[in-house]
C-alpha cells in the first residue's frame, strides 16, 4: 500500500533507480523471496525498470536505524498519544494515512 500510495502520489519517479533495503532479522530465506517479490511487484506494474530489494543487518545498513527511529516515532503519536518525537520528523513525511485493522 505504501508503495502504490507514493506512486500515486507521484512521490518517486520511473526514470530514477529505487533500492529498498529490508531489515535482516527474518532468517527464512523462501519468506524474504516472497516478500522481495511482493514488492517488486506493483514497482514493475508502475513501470519503474530499475530497482531492487536487498536485506542487511540493521548493523551494517545505517538507513535501517533511521527507518526505525521514524516507524517508533510514528507509533507513538498513534499508540502513546506523544508527538514529541514525530514533531521531529513531521516536516519530512510527503504522504500519511491511518490504516486500522478490525
Do not use: C
Not at 500500500?1 to 533507480?17: A, C, H, Q
Not at 514529541?84 to 513525511?93: E, H, L, R, T
Request: aromatic content about 10%; hydrophobic content about 45%.
Amino acid at each position: 500500500m505504501l508503495i502504490m500510495g507514493l506512486i500515486f502520489n507521484k512521490s518517486v519517479n520511473r526514470e530514477e533507480p529505487i533500492r529498498i533495503v529490508i531489515d535482516r532479522k527474518n532468517q527464512n530465506h523462501k519468506l524474504n523471496e516472497e516478500l522481495f517479490a511482493h514488492i517488486k511487484g506493483p514497482l514493475s506494474i508502475a513501470g519503474f525498470m530499475d530497482m531492487s530489494v536487498s536485506s542487511k543487518s540493521s548493523d551494517a545498513e545505517k538507513s535501517l536505524q533511521v527507518a526505525d527511529f521514524i516507524s517508533w516515532a510514528i507509533f507513538r503519536k498513534y499508540e502513546m498519544k506523544d508527538e514529541s518525537f514525530y514533531g521531529m520528523i513531521s516536516f519530512m513525511i510527503e504522504y500519511e494515512e491511518m490504516i486500522t485493522l478490525h
